[in-house]
T-cell receptor
């Protein structure tokens, strides 16, 4: 079946550190892949997406590349800020969204 | 505000009671989705509508759960005879999309209804 696996958190970084959150998926066909973010007290927001293999999604300094050969969609940011503290969800679209369990990121000043 | 809205934002009920949640999607969106999110987990799909038609239901949606979208606009999710295991955040999302065509259309999420069953 279709599934998404994310690295477990929480991830704690200092401001300006490099961020990687790993995401791997299992799916039939070639689904679109997403990263959603949930800031404290707010609803889920789409952060970035990629709809086919080798696509790179990017937004707000975050990037993720759709790697079909490794079935991965790792999230990266070169320099995190305190305001990036949130829960990040990797998801795939099969007509409905299938989410990973979420990774909490805490950035300390 | 033209985003997805949900009502109520919080609901506390006693085991065995019935509860109903409402979702108002973005007005031009014809697809509406319900998800459930428990603490420390990602959202899990429950069901979705294309206009007023309920096209898919997850096996998570037991007989105690029923969802409707009578006029293809707002939707309600009812839980009968609530159990403590129903305690969760219930999320609604909407998107545009064509019936029977699986393609990506961004889903916009509401703030959720947090249900606590005592």
């Amino acid at each position: 079946g279709n599934s998404v696996t994310q690295m477990e958190g929480p991830v704690t970084l200092s401001e300006e550190a490099f961020l990687t959150i790993n995401c791997t998926y299992t799916a039939t066909g070639y689904p679109s892949l997403f990263w959603y973010v949930q800031y404290p007290g707010e609803g889920l927001q789409l952060l970035l997406k990629a709809t086919k293999a080798d696509d790179k999604g990017s937004n707000k300094g975050f990037e993720a590349t759709y790697r079909k050969e490794t079935t991965s969609f790792h999230l990266e940011k070169g320099s995190v800020q305190v305001s990036d503290s949130a829960v990040y969800f990797c998801a795939l679209d099969t007509g409905k969204l299938i989410f990973g369990q979420g990774t909490t990121l805490q950035v300390k000043p | 505000d033209t985003g997805v809205s949900q009502d109520p934002r919080h609901k506390i009920t006693k085991r065995g009671q019935n509860v109903t949640f409402r979702c108002d999607p973005i007005s031009e969106h014809n697809r509406l989705y319900w998800y459930r999110q428990t603490l420390g987990q990602g959202p899990e799909f429950l069901t979705y509508f294309q206009n007023e038609a309920q096209l898919e239901k997850s096996r998570l949606l037991s007989d105690r759960f029923s969802a409707e979208r009578p006029k293809g606009s707002f939707s309600t999710l009812e839980i009968q005879r609530t159990e403590q295991g129903d305690s969760a955040m219930y999320l609604c999302a909407s998107s545009s999309g064509l019936a029977g065509y699986s393609s990506y259309n961004e889903q916009f999420f509401g703030p959720g209804t947090r249900l606590t069953v005592l």
